[in-house]
């Protein structure tokens, strides 16, 4: 025992790969939570939930070891999240377009006074 009163601590535990990086020597795939957040959001529902659903599996899945699983997770999340951004696209160009028409039908049937 020091002067001082108790024992430093231990020092921590070494660094090993296994633990850390799951075995896969580096970093795990990207997650796109924000991406698939952010479609769901603003883009199309259904599409937007499938792929926070894989983006939620992305990072316990390389946590588990699984480094094939993770990086297929990944990639479907990115997909759908693209898919929903392109449908929302489509979905709100088709919304103007109904809009616009149904606003040149009102104003023509308005002129032949009807």
């Given at each position: ?12 535990p070494p ?16 997650n ?29 899945k390389?946590a ?32 103007l ?18």
């Open positions: 025992m020091s002067d001082y009163g108790t024992p430093p601590p231990p020092p921590p660094y090993t790969p296994d633990y850390y990086s799951s075995g896969a020597g580096g970093a795990p795939p990207p796109y939570l924000v991406w698939a957040i952010l479609s769901t959001v603003l883009c199309c529902l259904p599409l937007g939930v499938v792929s926070i659903v894989f983006a939620a599996q992305v990072n316990s390389w588990a070891g699984d480094v094939a699983g993770a990086r297929e997770a990944s990639n479907k999340a990115k997909n759908f999240a693209m898919w929903s951004a392109i449908a929302g696209v489509v979905a709100g160009i088709l919304w377009v109904f809009v616009v028409a149904l606003g040149s039908f009102g104003s023509s049937s308005m002129s032949n006074g009807y």
